[in-house]
């Protein structure tokens, strides 16, 4: 069975129909990226996981039917949003986010315990733990808001263009992070990315979406390696 599945799902902004049933899996401890140009639908697929648009479909997870569901429910069943633009609380500090992350937690001893372990993971975020977010370069801030995500102790992690805006070397340093924290936490992740070239390379399964819906799927390694598929959907 599925972590996830997506069954013809619509998603709509007002009147305007995004996405136009659109199905896809993605199996436990997986790494599946939907991938398309601006305007695709790869952002209004996330946010219709995370009940922040008006759908329709069937959207399971773990087996149970989630799409009647209200949005602030959705972090409760472990599924954490990184969304496009980080999303940081810029005024508070670095630790004071993480600690945000793990509102729907109880013990506040475990709290302490996976702040440190972000910390293990980013330990750039460590040396600036008194300092204000907002105060961040554009990578930490991508790095603290992936590790307020993992505060809530996912199992699947949604996350919306985590390398927009950064330098290639960033970047490159924040997709191995991510690997390791797949292989680590077993963590599953959806990913939305439009280098496709590096999302492909940390994927295990990629959709293409086209104008809301998806044209193709299949192994990332495939599609990373057929020239028709990079020169005709991918621009590389």
Known sequence: MPLLKVK???????????LHGVDFELDEGSITTILGANGAGKTTTLRAISRMVRTEGSITFQGEE???LASEKIPRLGIAHVPEGRGTFVRQSVEENLELGAYTRKSKSDV????????????????????????????????????????????????????????PLITQEIYDIMARISK???????????????????????????????????EASILRDDETVRRTYLGY
């Open 8 to 18: 013809g799902l619509k998603a709509y902004y007002r009147q305007t129909e995004a």
């Open 66 to 68: 989630i799409t009647g």
């Open 184 to 218: 680590d936490e077993g963590a599953s992740m959806l990913l939305v990315e439009q280098n496709a070239n590096i999302a492909l390379n940390l994927a295990d399964h990629a959709y293409l979406l086209e104008t809301g819906n998806v044209v193709m799927s299949g």
């Open 112 to 167: 302490a315990d996976d702040v440190e372990r972000v910390y293990a993971y980013f330990p750039r975020l460590k040396e600036r733990m008194k300092q204000q977010a907002g105060t961040l370069s554009g990578g930490e801030q991508q790095m603290l808001a992936i590790g307020r995500a993992l505060m809530l102790r996912p199992k699947l992690m949604l996350l919306d263009e985590p390398s927009f805006g950064l330098a």
